[in-house]
């Protein structure tokens, strides 16, 4: 049997709305959470995710539920006022959905360098607790991956998540066979744990925050004709930049041969092509909003065209092509 791990507050649920683009990992990082809390901290939950099919770039949602093992769990429904909300990436502020239904007292968790916290963080009820770590800056560094800095985050913020519980479950999902991985884990794991800041005299806000629900915009009676869609995809504000890795690739137009190969190895259909007058096939560019920055086409690519350089550097460039 397990050691008894008891929630903070001891007979009600303890409710964790994680808020991402998909491929940054906060799905694998709800579940390993929910494998810990099963198989080792014996306690009940039920975990899902708004989706496992969306494009990368997609906003993606997903909800864990504790409680202890004596208090069965019996509600499954999207978490509206959550005690913990963890944000992967800082952009996703700027929809107000992000932060919508924040308790007082709850706790805010967000990845991003340190930079001017975003204005919506004023909102936040006042005795809010909000913690900030550069997750993709130091799974950069420990070549390593965003959920393993913040899982590490979490397990110290919160001591009833007990550390190395976690951190066995996230190893045991990205391969305890593999030492190299495993001990890239644990540092970035251990880094979270220790180096995340807590903003002070940031949140502002008075009480609980409002939901935020939307009626329905798409259904039978108003779908277009053959359910086109006019804006497909949901690419958070066309504003991801949702590297897993900290890197983005960039373009050296100049000697790109157009092979191909870099199309061929993208998982995400992230490379722009069209034909030149002679019919030739040329490469333009990349679609950042789709690019997860797993890096495969600066790897596969033959002549150095496509190189892998930092979120900021990737931002400058793109901003520097298109004055
Ligand atoms: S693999 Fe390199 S050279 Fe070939 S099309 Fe892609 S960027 Fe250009
Ligand atoms: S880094 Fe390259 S291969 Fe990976 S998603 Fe972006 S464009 Fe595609």
Known sequence: MNEKHSLPKSGRLFEIRFESIKGLGAQSASQILATAAVRRLNMNCVHFSSSTSEENGSVVRSFVRLSDVEKPIKDGTPIEP?????????????????????????????????IEPHPALSLLPHDARIIRIDATGIARVEES??????????????????GNSLLMSLIDEFGPEN???????????????EEFKVLEDVAQGIDDLPLLRFGAVWGFDMAMVYGSLPKPGDAAL???????TGSMPVLKKEICLHCGLCDLICPNLCLVWSSNINGSVILNGID????????????TCPTGAMSGVTIDDCKASVAHSAN
């Open 82 to 114: 959550p005690d913990l909300i963890v944000v992967f990436h800082r952009s996703l502020f700027d929809h107000p959905a992000t932060i919508a239904g924040m308790r007082a007292g709850g706790t805010l968790i967000y990845n991003s360098p340190d």
């Open 288 to 299: 950042y909003r789709f690019c997860q920055g797993c890096l495969r086409c600066v790897e």
């Open 238 to 244: 066309s504003n991801n930049f949702s590297s897993q």
């Open 145 to 162: 991956k965003p959920e393993a800095v913040m899982l590490g985050v979490l397990s110290a913020v919160f001591p009833f998540l007990n």
């Open 179 to 193: 030492r190299k991985t495993a001990a890239a884990c644990d540092g970035a794991y251990w880094r979270g744990a």
